[in-house]
Nanobody, 121 residues
Framework: HVQLVESGGGLVQPGGPLRLSCAASGFTRNAYCIGWFRQAPGSEREGVASIYAGGGTPHYADSVKGRFTISRDNAKNILYLQLTSLAPEDTAMYYC???????????????WGQGTQVTVS
């Protein structure tokens, strides 16, 4: 039973940093894709960053390149998203999603957490 639990969201001033965490459980080995998505009210869901749990090059949306960093602590099975230089347009619910098939994650499928709200104001 796969479970993803996000945390770390909150209210932050423009320009400020924030770190999101996603605790993943239920995968029997590090052979899955995991990533961060976000959705603002009235907007479509957007892929933010993703990484293969077994290693590899992270992928970022153009809108966050150079500002957000995705990383993973394999020993703790925690995915992080370090957010810097935050702007009001980054305000959204941020979700963690994962699946053994990277294409499923890219298509907004797979296993999802409940989300954590980030508000930049």
């Amino acid at each position: 039973h796969v479970q993803l639990v996000e945390s770390g969201g909150g209210l932050v001033q423009p320009g400020g940093p924030l770190r999101l965490s996603c605790a993943a459980s239920g995968f029997t080995r590090n052979a899955y894709c995991i990533g961060w998505f976000r959705q603002a009210p009235g907007s479509e869901r957007e892929g933010v960053a993703s990484i293969y749990a077994g290693g590899g090059t992270p992928h970022y949306a153009d809108s966050v390149k150079g500002r957000f960093t995705i990383s993973r602590d394999n020993a703790k099975n925690i995915l992080y998203l370090q957010l810097t230089s935050l702007a009001p347009e980054d305000t959204a619910m941020y979700y963690c999603a994962a699946h053994q098939d990277c294409k499923v994650v890219a298509g907004f499928g797979g296993y999802w957490g409940q989300g954590t709200q980030v508000t930049v104001s």
